[in-house]
């Protein structure tokens, strides 16, 4: 940790020597970009696919895993958290809805057949566990007296037919986060859109390659359409990593048919758009962003701990990248529900969001798009509670949730 606190030191002393590193940067900001970027290297130094064959994935998960997050609270006066669980035996799938959904079809069929093997033979099923993250202002939007919330909105049901809700799927690079982490900035957009929401502690890479994560999404999904939720009603949204879930879902959904895709809205916040990434802005923004553009030809980045880790990045490999479920922006984003993006100016993936903006607003005529840059904010800005764009940006998600 040494070199993360000799990088912030060093921000530090440039920031009163030199000034800001960007206009609307603060010193807080520009120290906590440079650390985190410092963090992000240590963590995921570059290696060769030379090397694949000694690369020990598992201890490589157990590091990250070591090297989580930090928890955060729902700050007691926005409202509560309740930790639950989703039995998955519970939540049936379609497994035919999934066929010809291209390459994660096989390994995402694969998934659900061995977790009904194993509940079989065992007779236990897995349990992925999740935050319901209850505002006092959704509460009073429904009617609902705080003397009561305890009893009524911690339950994972409707409060009314017409209740809306968030179901939140947090980034982290596939390989990092949960909803304890994200317990602050989460209580925050529920508090400003006036909705409860629903963070599920989905698997991650290494250990749990692609597509686990969709297919604990899809599990939360049904589980709220069990619960008495309808698509209609349920707004989808997710940061960064979380975002591309989120497009997966959606994807995944619309394939299945029945209209189970049309969610109340989408909301997207600095998402990652594409396995494969190839904007000016990967470089333009390298020294700004806290993200450090790794190359792919590191077996040790992030999108390649999260799709086939310790596979060699070949011709074949490469390929594999392009399909839909992998780099939506590839594909067809038609259908899609009233959306709204959001990112900052200064974060390394600015260009491939821009481009994923404009394919959904091209696939959507009609349906209203949004997306709103804040100039010289970081990846997920919204993380920063202290700076002023992050309420701005929880102002704006308030405002296009009573939109649509």
């Not at 899609?336 to 607003?361: H, M, N, V």
Request: hydrophobic share 40%; glycine share 8%.
């Amino acid at each position: 940790m040494f070199s993360v606190y000799f990088a912030m030191l060093k921000s530090a002393v440039s920031y009163l020597v030199c000034g800001r590193q960007l206009p609307a940067w603060d010193l807080r900001l520009q120290v906590y970009s440079s650390g985190f970027r410092q963090y992000t290297r240590m963590l995921f130094p570059v290696m060769s696919d030379d090397d694949i064959d000694s690369i020990d994935f598992g201890e490589i998960h157990d590091t990250l895993q070591a090297n989580q997050m930090p928890p955060s609270k729902v700050p007691p006066e926005i409202g509560l958290h309740r930790e639950l669980q989703i039995t998955v035996a519970d939540v049936s799938i379609d497994r035919d809805s999934i066929r010809g959904i291209g390459v994660i079809e096989r390994p995402l069929l694969s998934l659900i057949d061995s977790e009904e093997r194993d509940f079989q033979s065992s007779g236990e099923s897995r349990r992925i566990a999740y935050d319901l993250i209850t505002p006092w202002s959704a509460c009073e939007q429904v009617g609902i007296g705080l003397d009561t919330t305890t009893k009524t909105a911690m339950e994972p049901s409707p409060l009314n037919p017409d209740e809306r809700v968030i179901l939140y799927l947090h980034g982290g690079s596939y390989v990092l986060g949960n909803p304890v982490a994200y317990r602050e900035p989460v209580g925050y957009l529920a508090h400003y859109t006036l909705l409860r929401t629903f963070v599920i502690d989905y698997r991650l890479a290494p250990r749990h390659p692609c597509p686990a994560q969709l297919h604990d999404a899809l599990i939360a999904f049904n589980f709220l359409i069990r619960q008495g939720f309808t698509p209609q009603n349920i707004v989808l949204s997710g940061d960064s990593a979380g975002g591309h879930l989120c497009l997966d879902l959606m994807l995944l959904l619309r394939h299945a048919g029945g209209g189970l895709h049309k969610f109340a809205g989408l909301m997207l916040i600095s998402p990652l758009p594409s396995l494969i990434l190839s904007g000016d802005s990967l470089n333009s923004n390298g020294s700004h962003d806290y993200l450090v553009s790794l190359p792919m030809e590191s077996p040790n980045m992030p999108l390649r701990l999260f799709y086939r880790p310790g596979a060699k990045y070949t011709s074949d490999y490469k390929q594999e990248l392009k399909d839909s479920m992998l780099t939506p922006i590839g594909g067809s984003l038609a259908d899609f529900p009233p959306t709204i993006i959001q990112c900052g100016t200064a974060e390394l993936l600015l260009d491939d969001i821009r481009e994923l903006f404009t394919k959904i607003k091209g696939d959507n005529p009609g349906t209203q798009v949004v997306f709103e840059e804040y100039p010289d904010m970081v990846h997920v800005f919204h993380r920063f509670l202290f700076r002023p764009e992050s309420k701005q940006a929880y102002e704006a998600l308030h405002e296009f949730v009573q939109s649509i």
